[in-house]
T-cell receptor
Framework: NAGVTQTPKFQVLKTGQSMTLQCAQDMNHEYMSWYRQDPGMGLRLIHYSVGAGITDQGEVPNGYNVSRSTTEDFPLRLLSAAPSQTSVYFC????????????FGPGTRLTVL | GQNIDQPTEMTATEGAIVQINCTYQTSGFNGLFWYQQHAGEAPTFLSYNVLDGLEEKGRFSSFLSRSKGYSYLLLKELQMKDSASYLCAVRDRPGGGADGLTFGKGTHLIIQP
């Protein structure tokens, strides 16, 4: 199993550009999430999904959209990039049990100029 | 609100023991996780506690006191490869619904020879 994969690994955008961060998992996990990690802030939840066709907002959803058309894929769209969105983005997946841990992808390092 | 506190940075010596503390105040509690994160990499799962007491896994142990809102991660026989950030995270809601993981800001552990 490849686990959770993310592309690209690095990306530089100009303010106002849009782009999609890709995330895929091959573990048949129902739950998928997007986090961002900033220095001194810890991991913060952007959006999450509990199954195909179901998404909801996390702690910091503004400026991001998600969709979940299949169990495997959970892309994150930046609608109009801003410097405040410079961050490292992690996708994660898990099964729904209370004790089940998150499996994180390798991350995408995004810089917005 | 949700609040998780852990020290920003700690230094320890190779071969020694170190204890990383985590205190939390959350609206609900459905377990506490510890993750390890090496620089530039994704977090990886270390331990999970939902009942009071000590859970031991090789060189790593984790303790929980729900009445005190307190946990610690104990690392024994420290090795240079243990230099990493250690993230404390509380699942404050049941798994069926919101992702429900609130993360602390992480403790950067430096191991010296």
């Amino acid at each position: 199993n490849a686990g959770v994969t993310q592309t690209p690994k690095f990306q530089v955008l100009k303010t106002g550009q849009s782009m999609t961060l890709q995330c895929a998992q091959d573990m048949n996990h129902e739950y998928m999430s997007w986090y961002r990690q900033d220095p001194g802030m810890g991991l913060r939840l952007i959006h999450y999904s509990v199954g195909a066709g179901i998404t909801d907002q996390g702690e910091v959803p503004n400026g991001y959209n998600v969709s979940r058309s299949t169990t495997e894929d959970f892309p994150l769209r930046l609608l109009s990039a801003a410097p405040s969105q410079t961050s490292v983005y992690f996708c994660a997946s898990r099964t729904p049990g209370f004790t089940d841990t998150q499996y994180f992808g390798p991350g995408t390092r995004l810089t917005v100029l | 609100g949700q609040n998780i506190d852990q020290p920003t940075e700690m230094t320890a010596t190779e071969g020694a023991i170190v204890q990383i503390n985590c205190t939390y105040q959350t609206s609900g509690f459905n377990g506490l996780f510890w993750y390890q994160q090496h620089a530039g990499e994704a977090p990886t799962f270390l331990s999970y506690n939902v009942l009071d007491g000590l859970e031991e896994k090789g060189r790593f142990s984790s303790f929980l006191s729900r009445s005190k809102g307190y946990s610690y991660l104990l690392l024994k026989e420290l090795q240079m490869k243990d230099s990493a950030s250690y993230l404390c995270a509380v699942r404050d809601r049941p798994g069926g619904g919101a992702d429900g993981l609130t993360f602390g800001k992480g403790t950067h552990l430096i191991i010296q020879p």
